[in-house]
């Protein structure tokens, strides 16, 4: 599923491989364990995204999946589906969610890496070479996370699955008063 600001609904759950970018206020919700979540906002106009990807790149032989699957072509997507909107570099800021180590698989990266600290290390450099800076994030460790983003306000929590513990990221820079 992708949410164009069209058919936007005042809240929305992502299932991996979704991601919404819209200028409308919603509340963006998902479950993360190795995916990643990244969240980008723009106070000036009012617009925002979020994905839920689930593997860092795509490799030889990879299937057609579609744009959300995989963490580099979906940010480098939602950055020019932003900037379509009228966010700018310098006015967009980003958080970065999730990344578990959660279980081993056959994902696991040339020094070793899980594909959640993949997932993170591949969104953190493809939000650099985008020129767009990391206002917050809430990574890796061994447990999932429930995420929350409101784009109205640009507040985002994150619940430790296991414990329960909520934490409000901040995402001051960027934001604006509701």
Known sequence: MV???????????????????TGKPMIVSTVLGSCVAVCLFSAMPQAAAMCHCVLPWRTPGSGPDPVGYYVD??????VAMMR???????????VL???SNMHEGPWIGPRGDSVG????????ETL???GLSLVAEHVGGPTGRKVRFDTLTFDI??????AGEEIVLPTAPARRSA
Do not use: I, W
Not at 3 to 20: G, H, I, Q, W
Not at 157 to 162: C, F, M, P
């Open 3 to 21: 949410v164009e600001a069209e058919v936007a609904r005042s809240s929305c759950f992502l299932m991996p491989k979704d991601y919404v970018v």
């Open 73 to 78: 072509e979906t940010v480098q997507h939602m």
């Open 84 to 94: 379509k909107r009228g966010a700018v570099a310098g006015c967009t800021r980003a």
């Open 97 to 99: 969610v999730g990344g």
């Open 117 to 124: 600290a993949l997932n993170v290390r591949t969104a953190r």
């Open 128 to 130: 650099g070479a985008a």
């Open 157 to 162: 929590t994150v619940r430790l699955v296991s």
